[in-house]
């Protein structure tokens, strides 16, 4: 019933009362022809046709266990003695629902208020069974089936509150869990938010400043062409020399919004021309890293600035998350020339000792790996990162690059 109950709870009490109002009228005359087959003193048919249409009744009250729990509680108790009246003195009967009554004000209602109502209901049975069997002389009997009511009722009062705290406690920890994955949603989306605001606002700003003035100069430079090419030629130069400053500057910029530190004293930010020097500082920190260089010579030339620091900056947060998730594995990093792209690959092993699998790598991956796509999406490069089929994990980066062998032949017939 908990797993396939029907989604109205109404409904699923409905289906519960016709499930236990049947068996009681299947299994109760049943019982009575057991006890008849091995001689004990049993009803006869008649009264046991009775008893068992007042055990069937008591059944009912099992349609709002859940609306009504103290209702039904005390109708069942009430009942109760209507089933003690309907059989004979020296037999005691108790169907089921008094034991489902209890468990659903145990499961339904505070601890204090279920706990009144227990004793309610074992008064009104109490009061009840004495003013049936008195007249009968049948007291011991009733008695006994008080005795047996009351621990009835309290034991299933108990396991209704222990499974009702058992569900608010799943139920808080499931909200807990969701409330943890909204809040780091939020984060790193705020993140996300925050670089690409900063990136567009200094990108904007750079734009600004040294666009317009090139434009400006283009400008003048174009007007004195034929007048005096000379004036023309330093404007010219003038402009490839604001174009440098340009792209100095854009360098800077990612250096401010992803490594402030790297921004001090104007100092450029790296790139692939220095990876050597990384390299060093990671096989200075325990790392075993193996550099590849596959393609043509000089395969990672002819990198834009911003793409030449996109590249330098994954492989720095590769080596970094190979270092933390999988201290001690071999990592081979890997730069070739591919057409009109360059592939920067950082590939680590399984861990040596106890580490994160690829699964825990998933699922730890946060701000470091959206910051690492934003750059390359930023250049109009591609990012893969992934398990290997052999257990480790790897980052491969592929980026726009210019063709240098033409723009040099270019530049010798200029």
């Known amino acids: 019933m908990t797993t396939t109950r029907p989604a109205r709870p109404a409904a699923a009490d409905a289906l519960l009362t016709a499930a236990v109002a049947a068996l009681t009228a299947v299994v109760l005359p049943a019982v009575v022809l057991l006890g008849a087959a091995s001689g004990e003193t049993v009803p006869g048919t008649g009264a046991t046709a009775v008893l068992t249409a007042v055990c069937v009744v008591q059944c009912l009250p099992l349609l709002v266990r859940r609306s009504r729990p103290v209702a039904c509680l005390l109708l069942v108790a009430l009942l109760q003695v209507a089933v003690v009246a309907a059989s004979p003195d020296d037999v005691g009967a108790r169907g089921a629902a008094p034991l489902l009554a209890a468990y659903a004000v145990g499961s339904v209602l505070p601890d204090r208020s279920a706990a009144r ?208 998730h999988a201290p001690g594995a071999p990592v081979v990093v890997d730069l070739a020339r591919v057409d009109d792209r360059v592939v920067v690959s950082v590939e680590n092993e399984r861990a040596p000792g106890p580490g994160a699998s690829a699964s825990g790598r998933r699922a730890g991956a946060g701000v470091g790996l959206l910051g690492m796509r934003e750059r390359v999406q930023l250049v109009g490069g591609r990012l893969d990162v992934g398990p290997t089929p052999a257990g480790g994990w790897r980052v491969r980066v592929e980026l726009p690059a210019e063709d240098v062998e033409q723009d040099a032949r270019q530049e010798g017939e200029r």
């Open 117 to 324: 109502a227990v004793l309610a209901a074992l008064v009104l049975e109490l009061v009840g069974t004495l003013a049936v069997t008195v007249p009968t002389g049948g007291v011991v009997t009733g008695l006994v089936g008080v005795v047996g009511g009351a621990v009835t009722y309290i034991a299933a009062a108990l396991v209704g509150a222990h499974v009702a705290t058992r569900r608010r406690y799943a139920e808080l920890e499931r909200r807990r869990a969701e409330e943890a994955v909204a809040a780091q949603e939020d984060r790193v989306r705020s993140a996300v938010a925050e670089v690409r605001a900063g990136m567009a606002r200094e990108l904007h700003d750079i734009a600004a400043h040294h666009l317009s003035a090139m434009v400006v100069q283009a400008t003048a430079a174009s007007r004195l062409v034929e007048r005096d090419p000379a004036a023309a030629r330093e404007g010219l130069l003038a402009i490839r020399a604001q174009g440098r400053r340009t792209l100095e500057d854009l360098r800077m910029l990612v250096g401010v919004l992803r490594d402030p530190d790297s921004a001090e004293d104007g100092a450029p930010v790296p790139g692939l021309g220095v990876l050597d020097g990384l390299l060093e500082q990671a096989r200075a920190l325990g790392d075993d890293v193996v550099v590849l260089r596959t393609g043509s010579v000089g395969a990672t030339a002819g990198l834009a600035p911003l793409a030449d620091v996109t590249a330098y900056r994954a492989v720095q947060e590769a080596l970094s998350n190979a270092r933390q």
